[in-house]
């Protein structure tokens, strides 16, 4: 029986899997586990959606950051707070707002929010401050006074996505020594509450880029692909089940496969 590779464009992200493995990374399923960090998985996960992204001078997206001040709540009830702020978002919008949320702690152990935030018209970083102090308790706020220290910066290029989710928004969780979470704190209370690091807000509107797709028997053009790739970008791994890579135009890599 011949085996099946899909090759993908999308996007920034060229994508190629082979029917009928496994990857070496991938879990056999099972039981569903507590999700205590943001594992390598997750990771790859949200680099592959962002690169997925159709970002154009119409889809802009903005990048928005939400602290809490010296007290903070539980990261169920942050959560909670962050989505009640993306609603107000929407309310405040001309079209419908969707985003790409990320859960981060700092190291005194209070939860903050990166999110990209799509369909959002031009908004003042002052109304952001004031939308987000309306959403969380007082008792959240600096001194009890003002709101605590948000973000909003606008994105223009693809790249600029990138580099900002690869720095903040997917960026892998430090894991100290001794610790078996790789949240940057150590509390048992929270590492068993924490549910979900990153998550998505109305998946069916995010600005997706046209899918370009391929399903040929493998033959020798897919080691060809394989080198091709690896010449520009070193780093590709070489299971059999196949490989993925970012990159400016992944549709000019479908050529090979096509010959």
């Not at 003002?146 to 990138?162: N, S």
Request: proline share 5%; with cysteine; glycine share 6%.
């Amino acid at each position: 029986m011949s085996l099946i590779a899909t090759v993908t464009a999308q996007g920034r992200l060229l994508e190629v899997k082979v029917s009928g493995y496994q990857s070496k990374n991938k879990s056999s399923g099972g039981n569903k586990k507590t999700i205590k960090e943001f594992s390598p998985r997750s990771r790859v996960r949200l680099l592959k959606l962002v690169s997925r992204l159709d970002i154009s001078q119409e889809k802009y997206p903005v990048f928005i950051t939400l602290t809490f001040a010296q007290k903070y709540p539980s990261p169920q009830q942050a959560k909670e707070y962050m989505r009640l702020f993306v609603r107000k978002l929407n309310r405040r919008s001309s079209r419908d707002v969707s985003a790409i949320w990320r859960l981060e702690f700092q190291e005194r152990g209070a939860p903050h929010f990166h999110l990209i935030v799509f369909g959002l018209p031009y908004i003042k970083k002052e109304l952001i401050s004031e939308l987000w102090g309306d959403t969380i308790s007082t008792e959240y706020w600096d001194d009890g006074e003002r709101p605590p220290f948000t973000r909003i910066e606008a994105v223009q290029q693809h790249r600029k996505l990138i580099y900002y989710v690869s720095k903040y928004v997917a960026k892998a969780d430090p894991k100290p020594e001794g610790q078996g979470s790789a949240c940057g704190f150590n509390s048992v209370l929270y590492m068993d509450a924490i549910g979900r690091f990153w998550g998505i807000i109305k998946r069916n509107i995010l600005p997706m880029a046209q899918i370009k797709r391929i399903v040929k028997e493998i033959g020798f053009w897919l080691d060809d692909l394989r080198k091709l790739c690896k010449e520009f970008y070193p780093w590709i791994n070489d299971e059999a089940s196949g490989f993925h890579v970012y990159m400016d135009r992944p549709d000019n890599f479908l050529k090979i496969v096509l010959e």
